[in-house]
């Protein structure tokens, strides 16, 4: 089984999807109501999100929580989790 460090994904996604919206760090932060600090931690994977942050972010980037992580290239693609 791949381990999948969500974090570091959420991270590398953020900042590049941040970037592409031209959106500086203390923009995002302003839009999303928290510190830039966070954000930064957000963007280097030191800190996890909360559901209400990670849904200010699909707003704020038009997204979905989806892109956010990334969709793995076909792994599990038309297997089921296993309990």
Known sequence: MVSVNLA?????????????TGLSQVQMARRLRIS????????????NTTLRTLDHLCRALKCE????FGQPSDRGVGRRLRL
């Not at 929580?65 to 956010?68: A, F």
């Open 36 to 47: 830039r600090s966070t954000l930064n931690r957000l963007e280097v994977g030191s800190q």
């Open 8 to 20: 570091e994904r959420l991270a590398e996604k953020l900042r590049n999807l941040r970037a592409a």
């Open 65 to 68: 929580p989806g892109d956010l």
